[in-house]
């Protein structure tokens, strides 16, 4: 019997094995859950090879930008399932230029709504189009992924921090307006992990270091302890949490120095 039996998920953001999503996606899987997965068209045939390890047959073309892309995918869900028990939220992105080659006060306004657009806003949209079908199930779970970047300024981290911000306040906002359907919001702040969007971040190999060498735990986290965080908030166990961010970063976000 696992956690997660008879559980459709959806998980927006795989790109590739080292994405979050898909140490998330394994681990829902693993508990009984139905995955489908939502990614750019660059991305699909990439996406379809990791999905069918985990027998799933569901990987849909979806650009967040793209006003028709969302409401699409769940259309076709809702024909194929009735409803939805989970979505997974694993996007991010912002110019590469705006991250690591130019100061925060100087980021353009274009480079400025691109990252808050899809990094942040894409959550409210998605969870907009998921509600119905959240719904129809009896309610379920959303979460998000953030970074202590959000809270503090990590050079060269820039527009980025401030997208993860408003995203971790879009979490709270959404928890209030979901709670009644019985929907829960939520948030995980992970420790750094080497995905495609952390190549962007000049000096990221010096972050793992100092995480590593100064958190409580004097160890860095993996994919695994992602994943078992995402089934907490998103199983049975996480009945009454929402609105949170919850850090999984071997405590290093408590410290100070």
């Known amino acids: 019997m696992g956690l997660m039996d008879g559980k459709v998920v959806v998980i927006f953001g795989v790109a590739n094995y080292r994405s979050i999503g898909w140490s998330i996606a394994q681990a829902l899987v ?115 992924l953030s970074y202590l970047g959000s809270e503090r300024v990590i050079p060269n981290y820039n527009v980025m921090g401030v997208a993860k911000a408003a995203l971790e306040c879009s979490v709270r906002y ?36 100092i995480v590593t060498e100064h958190s409580p735990l004097r160890r860095n986290i993996d994919g695994g302890d992602l994943g078992n965080a995402a089934l907490y908030l998103l199983s049975d166990l996480g009945r009454n949490v929402t609105g949170q961010v919850m850090h999984v970063d071997a405590g290093y976000s408590i410290m100070g120095l």
């Open 30 to 144: 693993r508990e009984g859950a139905t995955a489908a997965f939502c990614a750019q068209e660059r991305v699909v045939p990439e996406v379809r090879k990791l999905a069918a390890l985990l027998s799933s047959d569901e990987v849909y073309e979806c650009d967040v930008q793209n006003e028709d892309d969302v409401p699409a995918v769940f259309r076709v869900l809702r024909e194929r399932h009735g409803g939805i028990d989970a979505v997974v939220h694993s996007l991010a992105f912002a110019n590469r230029e705006d991250i690591s080659s130019r100061r925060f006060v100087e980021t353009p306004r274009a480079g400025f709504q691109l990252a808050l657009d899809v990094s942040a806003y894409s959550l409210t949209y998605i969870a907009r189009e998921a509600e119905p079908l959240l719904e129809a199930r009896g309610g379920g779970a959303i979460i998000t």
């Open 174 to 209: 959404l928890a209030y307006d979901l709670g009644p359907k019985n929907v829960r919001v939520n948030a995980i702040s992970a420790g750094p992990q080497r995905t495609l969007s952390a190549r962007a971040i000049s000096g990221f190999q010096d972050i793992e270091r």
